[in-house]
């Protein structure tokens, strides 16, 4: 089968035809570490495993962000960590932008966007109903 993408792609420059990768020893994949895989468990009861390298047990957090809903989470599911004070808590992008623009100044942003796309023929006035 023929491909479109050069054979090169993903070298470096100055590497000749028939040579090995230059930067792998000639003893495999190297050491692998030993790691463990750390559970945390947020208010919520949502889990998440982190996989950490094997380090003394104080050197591994004892609090972590749940990805799912932003909360703080502990390492022991009978005892959640502490919530954030209110101005510290979890913000999405839609916070972020509310911190920096009134409602206002969106309308206007948006208005601004709409007549943009209005003008390069991209989106019809019939699409939103304005006639």
């Known amino acids: 089968m023929v491909h479109g993408t050069p054979g090169y792609r993903g070298t ?5 035809q028939g040579s090995g990768p230059g930067n792998h020893s000639d ?5 692998q570490l030993p ?3 750390v559970p ?11 996989v950490f390298l094997k380090l003394p047990d104080e ?8 990805p799912k809903c932003g909360m703080p ?16 808590l979890f913000k999405s992008h839609l916070d972020y932008v509310k911190e920096r623009r ?3 100044d969106a309308e206007v942003v948006l ?7 209005r003008a390069r023929g991209i989106l019809s006035d019939q699409l939103l109903g304005d006639t």
Request: proline share 7%; hydrophobic share 30%.
């Open 73 to 88: 989470a502990s390492r022991d599911p009978e005892s959640p960590a502490a919530a954030r004070p209110d101005d510290e």
């Open 40 to 50: 945390y468990w947020c208010a919520k009861g949502h889990e998440t495993r982190l």
């Open 59 to 66: 050197q591994i957090p004892r609090t972590w962000d749940c």
């Open 102 to 104: 009134s409602s206002q």
């Open 12 to 16: 470096r420059v100055g590497v000749v």
């Open 27 to 31: 003893h495999g994949q190297g050491e």
């Open 35 to 37: 790691r463990i895989r």
């Open 111 to 117: 208005a601004g966007a709409l007549e943009r796309l």
